[in-house]
């Protein structure tokens, strides 16, 4: 067994340092409340010994777990996960690592959001699977701990927090999947105030597991004469076993497991169909003291978790392009096309030196690197908020930068973490198809966070619909002003004019763009909205991420004069101008074209009728 567990993972440890203390600063905010207890040193330690653990513990299970799955027991209705994740579980808990993001009053640290959640890109590169577990559980801790009643938050953040129990999110039913307003789930009242809770939900990642005594669900359900849609959604805490008066765990809460999916990746993270009340005895306790809130308390769950699996992908992403890197600069085969077309003699050379690998490989880097500083910036802003006090108007402005960020970290980052492990799997060639290496894995892994937590589709109808006339458009004329900032001051510069002028124009096609869909809405064409509306968030996200590029570059080429050209860390900067260089000049031009498309009006998609698509299974 011991031969078979190999770490694949790589983690870009500079790249996430250069980040957070070189780009977003986040050591001006470090010492003061609420992170007070933190310094630079602390977040470089907690950053250097996730890598070591991730490296040593995490990263060794991943083709492991993805080999065994998950185990369901139709007879019992339960879930067993591979052993050995059990076992990684109480060595992350021994170590920790579940308290980094936890409050200080049930124990925990209260880390940086950026920190943390750059922490959290390591434990879900080295394997998603398993990661799932620990970040639900946060999310569902997190939600008690906000709405929830003092008694509610006694009982169970500190066990949640703490490690003891874990938790879900339940939404999704058969018959309603992403409309959420057409779940079936209610709710009695029974006459001790707790509710009576029947229904049956699907697709719930950690909905069953051996590698706890007790889950705690926390699922929407109708209550007995609440209006329909998601109006009348209340959300409640239903264990997975009761709880005794003492907090030990009791019997059956009459939530069974029906069966999991049996799915392209992440193997190791059950995704169940539950279904409780069969048997009439499934017991739900409202979360907090109010009826019908149930949507407005979930939201804050669903956007760290979109969050998470925006990460997640940049994760996998991540790893996936430095393995490819690794492998290309290994792999010897064929001569230069300079050589061939010359007649040149020559021995192979390893396919990092051939032109289509570069190009590979360059696109993968830039588009990691972008995704990467979209990620901490968002969780930057955040931590700033969080600093700047509740209620305030700086903190007003930072949440409103993460409010707009978050549908373009989901969406952008799970569709092109796709594309970026599927090209690593290009660079390794045929190799790159088969289980021997980590690729493939990697892609089947990550695909899953395209659809999750409503799928991409939703979240640029969220950025559309919502974000951009959020304010009056306050929140996207704070992210043009600050492009244009940038703009501005390097236009003129020898060394990036062109590539400020570029971003400039694509920021110009960006705030058009926006102008369009108000045509739209006033001239009554309402379906060109959501027509339009998933290149428009792709437009966005290519040209923040275009912004936040040259903006690390500049960086970079203020810190390459005072080094050698021998100095590690001089490579390390000259990367990052080339990957600004080749995003702005290989990818944002798509933005002109995804502009001119939706100027354009093109209804194809609208005027084909529904029997011009092959009547397959037609008579």
């Not at 400020?500 to 369009?516: P, R």
């Not at 936040?548 to 390459?560: C, D, N, P, Q, S």
Request: charge should be negative.
């Amino acid at each position: 067994m011991s031969e078979e567990l190999v770490n694949h993972y790589k983690p870009d440890e500079r790249d996430i340092l250069f980040l957070l203390f070189e780009q977003f600063r986040i050591q001006d905010y470090l010492g003061k409340a609420p992170y007070d207890a933190f310094g630079e040193d602390d977040a470089r330690m907690i950053i250097n010994e996730a890598i070591k653990f991730t490296t040593r513990e995490v990263g060794t299970l991943n083709s492991y777990v993805d080999r065994e799955g998950c185990k369901h027991d139709p007879q019992a209705g339960t879930v067993t996960v591979p052993p050995l994740m059990k076992e990684l579980q109480r060595k992350y808990e021994e170590n920790g690592w579940h308290l980094l993001r936890a409050p200080e009053e049930w124990g925990g640290q209260d880390a940086p959001h950026a920190v943390s959640l750059a922490v959290s890109e390591f434990f879900s590169g080295a394997c998603a699977a398993w990661a799932m577990y620990t970040g639900l559980t946060l999310g569902a801790a997190r939600l008690i701990h906000t709405f929830g009643t003092e008694e509610q938050r006694a009982l169970y953040c500190p066990r949640m927090y703490g490690g003891e129990w874990m938790g879900t999110m339940c939404l999704t039913e058969p018959a309603a999947g992403s409309e959420v307003g057409r779940n079936a789930a209610t709710a009695v009242k029974n006459d001790d105030g707790t509710y009576k809770i029947t229904g049956t939900k699907i697709f719930i990642s950690g909905g069953d597991h051996d590698m706890t005594d007790n889950i705690i669900h926390l699922a929407l359900a109708r209550i007995e004469g609440a209006a329909r849609g998601t109006k009348g959604l209340s959300l409640f805490i239903v264990p997975k076993m009761r709880i005794n008066d003492d907090g030990s765990v009791g019997e059956s809460n009459d939530v069974i497991c029906r069966g999991i999916e049996n799915k392209m990746g992440i193997k190791a993270s059950a995704t169940a169909t539950l279904n409780f009340g069969d048997n009439e005895a499934c017991t739900g306790y409202l979360l907090g003291s109010e009826e019908h809130k149930g949507i407005s308390q979930m939201f804050q769950m669903m956007n760290e978790a979109r969050i998470g699996t925006g990460m997640q992908a940049l994760s996998q992403a991540s790893s996936a392009y430095l393995n490819a890197v690794g492998y290309a600069r290994e792999r010897v085969q064929g001569k230069p096309f300079a050589d061939i077309a010359t007649g040149k003699r020559g021995d192979s050379v390893t396919i990092i030196h051939h032109e289509d690998i570069r190009r590979m490989l360059l696109e993968m880097k830039c588009k990691v690197e972008g995704m990467r500083a979209l990620t901490l910036k968002l969780a930057a802003h955040g931590d700033r908020a969080a600093v700047a006090g509740e209620g305030s108007e700086a903190a007003s402005k930072e949440l409103g930068y993460v409010e707009l960020l978050t549908p373009l970290v989901k969406a952008y980052l799970s569709d092109q973490g796709f594309r970026v492990s599927e090209l690593a799997i290009q660079v390794y060639g045929g190799y790159g198809y088969i289980k021997d290496y980590p690729v493939e894995q990697y892609c089947r892994d990550i695909k899953i966070q395209s659809l999750y937590e409503g799928t991409n589709y939703i979240q640029s109808l969220d950025l559309v619909g919502r974000k951009l006339n959020q304010g009056g458009g306050a929140l996207v004329r704070q992210l043009a002003e600050d492009i244009t900032r940038l703009v501005k001051e390097h236009e003129a510069d020898e060394v990036f004019g062109s590539d400020a002028k570029a971003l400039g124009e694509a920021l110009g096609h960006m705030t058009g763009t926006t102008m369009q869909f108000m045509k739209f809405f006033q001239e009554g064409q309402h379906q060109l909205i959501p027509l339009a509306a998933t290149r428009f968030l792709e437009m966005m996200a290519e040209v923040t991420c275009a912004y936040l590029l040259l903006e690390g570059a500049v960086i970079a080429h203020e810190k390459m004069q005072e080094l050698s050209e021998t100095d590690r860390d001089y490579s390390f900067y000259a990367g990052k101008i080339h990957s600004a260089r080749f995003f702005i000049r290989n990818i944002l031009p798509g933005v002109k074209m995804k502009a001119e498309v939706i100027a354009s009006r093109d209804k194809t998609a609208i005027d084909i009728a529904d029997h011009h698509f092959p009547m397959v299974g037609a008579d």
